[in-house]
């Protein structure tokens, strides 16, 4: 019998080189599959709710033009949009199976300021939604947002939040690896029209352009998972801005008036919950994970929030 790992390297060894890395190729909600931009055929004729891209290969440098859409970031001449509400989880499938298990998976919006098509995804203000880095072990050997990745099929699942305003979006789903460096990022974005939803705007803290929200210096881009401080540092800097809805301002948080929970970043840590977080019910704020079939931190979601399942991996606290 033909073992999976034999499969894998009899598979891999027929492809192309450049199938060795790849992007998100569809996407799926609300019981709705939509196909992405297809890299390697022509232009002519593709119509979709992804932004044309240009090639499986990663970005490697984060200051790259097309770091925004792995592209120059125009619409495609039949670009379409998605229609998605706010509060709906959203799967991006990037090719398999995944190659790359070490570093973060991200996940941003872009608000267009009306219809996004004729708008340059470089010249838009992203904040991001979603975040999973290290998520237990060490940084040399441990368990990653993109293993987690790969183990859900090579997607990854991120909620709309229901407080985001509605409008015009680019959602830009990204995996970063860290395997080697320069660190590779894969970005695509979508087209999506967010209906219903909230009045939360993200502070000017939690907005980045793209390229602009990453630098060549981020300790989370150019770490080396391989260094002998990585076999015992169990934390990784996130790159990007401080999510969305974290209450950043700008300035380092003062004096503690009153005690808030960890938000959606208790994703990024869930199996090491901070020795002063209260293992009691009632804990895990809105857009943070309270299940999934790895996870072990806490499950009770504060008033008013429910844990409502994504996916078999992914249960988080939404209204
Ligand atoms: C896994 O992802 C592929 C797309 O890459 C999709 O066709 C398939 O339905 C997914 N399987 C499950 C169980 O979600
Ligand atoms: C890390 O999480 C993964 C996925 O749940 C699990 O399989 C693994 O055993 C965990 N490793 C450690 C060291 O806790």
Redesign the pocket.
């Known amino acids: 019998m033909l073992s999976l790992a034999t499969l894998l390297i009899a598979t891999s060894a027929v492809l192309p080189t450049a199938f060795a890395h790849g992007g998100v190729l569809s996407y799926s909600w609300g019981g709705q599959w939509y196909w992405g931009w297809q890299p390697y055929n022509s232009a002519t004729g593709q119509t979709t709710i992804q932004r044309p891209w240009s090639s499986y290969n990663p970005i490697t440098s984060p200051t790259d033009p097309t770091i925004a859409c792995n592209d120059n970031g125009a619409a495609g001449a039949l670009q379409l949009t998605g229609t998605v509400a706010a509060g709906t989880p959203i799967t991006a499938y990037w090719n398999q199976v995944w190659p790359h298990a070490y570093g973060p998976m991200l996940t941003y919006l872009a608000n267009c300021g009306g219809s996004c098509t004729g708008v340059t995804a470089s010249t838009l203000k992203w904040f991001k939604i979603d975040q999973s880095g290290l998520?237990?072990?060490t940084v040399f050997n441990?368990?990653w947002g993109d293993g987690?990745m790969i183990?859900q099929n090579s997607s990854w699942t991120t909620t709309i939040p229901s407080t985001v305003p509605a409008g015009n979006y680019l959602i830009r789903f990204e995996t970063i690896a860290l395997h080697s460096l320069p660190a590779q990022f894969y970005p695509e974005c979508a087209q999506i029209q967010i209906t219903g939803g909230g009045t939360l705007a993200p502070t000017a803290a939690e907005l980045v352009t793209f390229p602009g929200g990453y630098s060549t210096t981020d300790p989370g881009l150019t770490i080396d998972i391989y260094g002998q401080a990585a076999e015992t540092q169990t934390t990784y800097p996130m790159p990007g801005p401080p999510l969305y809805g974290s209450g950043s301002s700008g300035s380092a948080p003062s004096g503690p008036t009153t005690t808030s929970v960890a938000p959606s970043s208790s994703k990024v840590s869930s199996?090491a919950p901070t020795s002063s977080a209260p293992s009691t019910p009632g804990t895990v704020a809105e857009y943070g994970q309270c299940g999934g079939?790895?996870y072990t931190g806490p499950t009770a979601c504060v008033s008013p929030y429910k844990c409502t399942v994504s996916n078999a991996y992914y249960s988080q606290c939404l209204p």
């Open positions: 998520i237990n072990g441990g368990f987690l183990a199996a079939s790895s």
